[in-house]
């Protein structure tokens, strides 16, 4: 269900001024993939909700994507080429998962970060496991010095993980002890400078099976120190554990909405997965996965809900995701041009 809405101007013409920077940059990624869409194409092949003439709903400078939804296009072409397209697609920002992602040929972290720079895309965030059996493993609890280490190396302000607090199990005590665990996380990253935080599924609003009247989420969030620990809220698996777990294993409602919990503490979530879905009672999450703006989800809301509350206009990061994109270059092109045509109503 695509809807389409006016281009947005002003995203036309930084785009077209990176378009003309980056000729030089994008010729390799022209070449391997052929008829790349034009920076009008991004600006002008948009599926939008609503469309007004009020400020921008996306702040500027804040537009990320999730390079797990390239991981196709990394793995075939390189680095190089898929930020060259992020590039002239409009975004700012990059969130790794993994520094090679299979890319094509070796690549150093001081070679990633200032390839990243060099297309005028900030590296944000990047997610690692957080355990493992494997003594060795590149997880938060294995190898905590190089996880720090390597962030760091990057330049990354936030460093977390996209796996749920589940190590030992889903009792309360279980979540109180994760989330001790990521406190220490925490305290070591704030130490140099960046922000530990954890990104959801829809498995984290679930219930504590000791206790079916707790939802895990809440332990998360009342046992974890907030100036430690942070969470990227993926807003679909939000919506998703919503449709899932509004009602207690008994029965008994237990609703609640995802925008509220980041209202009540906005300081705690400064980054967001913008994934979209149409909604679909027959399926287990209650959402079937689409393009940013194709879905159900209402992005105006939700952005402008959180950016209009005093001091957080640009305290967020917003970074595109889809985790079985058909095309993923497609995706990234549409989700961008997408997000920068809504505008606040007036």
Same mark, same amino acid.
């Given at each position: 269900?695509?809807?389409?809405?006016?281009?947005?101007?002003?995203?036309?013409?930084?785009?077209?001024?990176?378009?003309?920077?980056?000729?030089?940059?994008?010729?390799?990624?022209?070449?391997?993939?052929?008829?790349?869409?034009?920076?009008?194409?991004?600006?002008?092949?948009?599926?939008?909700?609503?469309?007004?003439?009020?400020?921008?709903?996306?702040?500027?400078?804040?537009?990320?994507?999730?390079?797990?939804?390239?991981?196709?296009?990394?793995?075939?072409?390189?680095?190089?080429?898929?930020?060259?397209?992020?590039?002239?697609?409009?975004?700012?920002?990059?969130?790794?998962?993994?520094?090679?992602?299979?890319?094509?040929?070796?690549?150093? @972290?001081?070679?990633?970060?200032?390839? !990243?720079?060099?297309? *005028? /895309?900030?590296? =944000? +965030?990047?997610?690692? %496991?957080?355990?493992?059996?494997?003594?060795?493993?590149?997880?938060?609890?294995?190898? @905590?010095?190089?996880?720090?280490?390597? !962030?760091?190396?990057? *330049? /990354?302000?936030? =460093? +977390?993980?996209?796996? %749920?607090?589940?190590?030992?199990?889903?009792?309360?005590?279980?979540?109180?002890?994760?989330?001790?665990?990521?406190?220490?996380?925490?305290?070591?990253?704030?130490?140099?400078?960046?922000?530990?935080?954890?990104?959801?599924?829809?498995?984290?609003?679930?219930?504590?099976?000791?206790?079916?009247?707790?939802?895990?989420?809440?332990?998360?969030?009342?046992?974890?120190?907030?100036?430690?620990?942070?969470?990227?809220?993926?807003?679909?698996?939000?919506?998703?554990?919503?449709?899932?777990?509004?009602?207690?294993?008994?029965?008994?409602?237990?609703?609640?909405?995802?925008?509220?919990?980041?209202?009540?503490?906005?300081?705690?979530?400064?980054?967001?997965?913008?994934?979209?879905?149409?909604?679909?009672?027959?399926?287990?999450?209650?959402?079937?996965?689409?393009?940013?703006?194709?879905?159900?989800?209402?992005?105006?809301?939700?952005?402008?809900?959180?950016?209009?509350?005093?001091?957080?206009?640009?305290?967020?990061?917003?970074?595109?995701?889809?985790?079985?994109?058909?095309?993923?270059?497609?995706?990234?092109?549409?989700?961008?041009?997408?997000?920068?045509?809504?505008?606040?109503?007036?």
């Amino acid at each position: 269900m695509s809807r389409t809405s006016q281009p947005d101007p002003e995203l036309t013409h930084r785009l077209t001024r990176r378009g003309m920077l980056g000729v030089a940059a994008g010729a390799t990624a022209a070449a391997l993939l052929g008829a790349a869409a034009t920076p009008a194409t991004a600006a002008t092949e948009t599926a939008g909700k609503t469309s007004g003439r009020g400020r921008p709903v996306l702040p500027p400078g804040r537009l990320g994507i999730q390079l797990y939804s390239l991981r196709d296009k990394v793995s075939t072409l390189g680095f190089a080429p898929v930020f060259a397209e992020l590039e002239k697609y409009g975004y700012d920002e990059v969130e790794f998962a993994g520094y090679t992602q299979g890319s094509a040929g070796p690549i150093t @972290l001081a070679q990633l970060k200032r390839l !990243a720079r060099d297309h *005028g /895309l900030n590296p =944000i +965030g990047s997610h690692v %496991g957080y355990y493992s059996d494997d003594p060795n493993a590149y997880t938060f609890a294995q190898n @905590l010095t190089k996880v720090l280490d390597d !962030a760091q190396a990057l *330049g /990354l302000k936030h =460093i +977390g993980t996209a796996s %749920g607090p589940f190590r030992y199990g889903s009792t309360v005590d279980a979540w109180k002890r994760a989330a001790e665990e990521f406190n220490t996380y925490g305290a070591a990253a704030k130490a140099r400078g960046m922000k530990f935080y954890q990104h959801n599924h829809s498995e984290e609003f679930s219930f504590a099976t000791d206790n079916p009247k707790v939802r895990l989420y809440d332990v998360l969030l009342k046992e974890t120190d907030p100036d430690l620990v942070f969470l990227e809220m993926d807003i679909y698996w939000a919506y998703s554990g919503q449709f899932r777990f509004s009602k207690r294993p008994d029965g008994t409602p237990a609703p609640f909405e995802p925008l509220n919990y980041v209202l009540r503490q906005p300081h705690r979530y400064p980054l967001f997965h913008v994934k979209d879905g149409v909604s679909d009672p027959a399926n287990t999450y209650g959402y079937r996965m689409t393009d940013v703006g194709d879905g159900d989800i209402d992005y105006q809301k939700f952005i402008s809900a959180v950016t209009r509350l005093k001091g957080e206009r640009l305290a967020h990061h917003w970074q595109a995701e889809h985790d079985q994109p058909t095309e993923s270059f497609t995706f990234a092109r549409r989700s961008s041009a997408y997000l920068h045509s809504l505008r606040e109503k007036c």
